[in-house]
């Protein structure tokens, strides 16, 4: 700060941030900035609306092109495919101020820019990536990711969506199900098995005859992010539309550690939220004539949760360190992305209890968060799935089957 009191630096008061380790000395002024930015916009744009949307189950779907104008879709990605052009850090902390709002908001951004942009960017023809990488960096463009089906969900290898070939088309067969934006998608990257049974990645565009995506409904989580199928039945699809650049299930698991990645920084902005209520409420709410957050065993739940979010910022942290020298492993990105988003449906668990009663209402964000972390410990990867991926690393034998 200048000694005339105006604000230079997006440095702020660790309190604010509950950044009790100086995770923020760690972070250069770029993404700090990214992170003030964001979270703006997160109290401008979704804050005051998202209780209402996800109430009655509705996506905000007008939030998609501010989400491109933050620089939300693809931020690592380079600028002239539509990404932001930043390091992993700044997209894990975009992820992390998103999820602070909700969890189904960074999942409109994770879908779109580690999910479709990425696999468009990384497997992609020159012509794919012109043709849909700026419009799917602006919003203009709505994508989403085809991989789970009916029968396969954690075993995606065994997917029955299958083409068959016709001149310079593609016949597509099969179903996805449980994919987020489908139903308002104008694109999605589908994960299909070519007449040799190896996995590719198609380009599906909404016209298409013969391609459906129908809205899933009764979600109890997650309720403010759209999900739906996506429905193949004789889809002729031209065959430029295939990604050249990969086959075999590397192509899908490539685009889910990307996510994954920013699932790990996510889930803290939803455990800071969280911690951030209770903490206000326990300050505030008086009983047996002293503030709640007096109680010794209101003071162990606080102290346990900031405890948890700090070693979870601290794993990010380094996983971001690690993939921006491109040496981030998938299995580290599973130890991360299980562990942090359990430590903040623990958070959310706790902050529920300090609020009492009025945490099970919707003047607090908890129940939501809550609802939708129940999501996010299941997609991407089961919280199980992730600990099997771990326990493989630590053991060298698969428990998978
Ligand atoms: C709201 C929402 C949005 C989603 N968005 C997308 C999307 O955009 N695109 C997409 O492709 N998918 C998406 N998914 C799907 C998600 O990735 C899957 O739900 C997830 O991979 C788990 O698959 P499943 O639901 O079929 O569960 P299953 O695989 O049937 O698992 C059920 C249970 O069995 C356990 N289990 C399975 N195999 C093993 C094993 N070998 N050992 C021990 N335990 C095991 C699991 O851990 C889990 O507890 C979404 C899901 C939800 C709920």
Same mark, same amino acid.
Request: net charge negative.
């Given at each position: ?67 491109? %104008?933050?620089?939300?879709? =693809?931020? +690592?990605? /380079?600028?002239?495919? @539509? ?8 997209? &894990? ?111 599906? %565009?909404?016209?298409?005859? =013969?391609? +459906?995506? /129908?809205?899933?409904? @009764? ?8 999900? &739906? ?173």
């Amino acid at each position: 700060m200048h000694d005339n009191g105006t604000v230079t630096t997006a440095r702020v008061d660790k309190f604010q941030y509950h950044d009790h380790y100086d995770v923020d000395g760690l972070l250069s002024e770029d993404h700090l900035l990214a992170r003030a930015a964001v979270r703006d916009w997160v109290k401008k744009e979704v804050t005051p609306i998202i209780e209402d949307y996800s109430e009655r189950a509705e996506c905000p779907t007008h939030l998609f092109k501010g989400l491109g %104008e933050i620089g939300a879709y =693809g931020p +690592s990605l /380079p600028t002239e495919y @539509g990404g932001g052009g930043m390091d992993e850090i700044a997209y &894990g902390i975009i992820m992390q101020e998103l999820e602070r709002g909700d969890s189904g908001i960074r999942s409109m951004a994770s879908v779109q820019g580690s999910l479709v942009m990425y696999p468009i960017y990384r497997f992609g023809s020159e012509e794919q990536k012109r043709k849909y990488l700026p419009k799917l960096g602006t919003g203009e463009y709505i994508g989403c990711f085809g991989l789970t089906e009916p029968d396969h969900g954690s075993n995606p290898s065994g997917m029955l969506t299958h083409y068959k070939e016709d001149g310079d088309h593609i016949i597509l067969n099969g179903s996805k199900m449980w994919i987020t934006n489908s139903p308002v998608a104008d694109l999605a990257v589908v994960w299909a098995k070519d007449p040799e049974g190896k996995i590719r990645g198609v380009i599906v %565009e909404k016209d298409t005859p =013969g391609f +459906s995506a /129908p809205a899933i409904h @009764g979600k109890l989580s997650l309720r403010a992010s759209i999900t &739906g199928e996506l429905v193949f039945e004789d889809c002729r699809v031209p065959k430029a539309n295939i990604l050249p650049e990969v086959a075999g299930l590397k192509g899908p698991l490539s685009c889910l550690s990307k996510a994954r990645y920013g699932i790990a920084w996510g889930a803290i902005g939803a455990a800071l939220d969280c911690y951030d209520s209770a903490l206000r409420y326990s300050k505030e709410r008086i009983q047996f004539d002293k503030p709640i957050a007096g109680f010794q065993l209101t003071q162990k739940k606080l102290a346990e949760m900031i405890t948890e979010i700090t070693k979870a910022q601290l794993l990010a942290w380094r996983l971001g360190a690690l993939a921006n020298e491109g040496k981030a492993s998938p299995a580290q990105i599973s130890m991360a992305k299980r562990n942090n988003v359990h430590m903040a449906l623990v958070c959310a668990r706790e902050a529920r209890q300090i609020h009492g009663g009025m945490g099970i209402t919707n003047e607090y964000p908890i129940m939501r968060h809550m609802m939708n972390l129940e999501t996010v410990l299941t997609y991407e990867g089961t919280h199980d799935i992730h600990l099997l991926i771990t326990g493989m690393e630590v053991t060298g034998i698969n428990a998978f089957k």
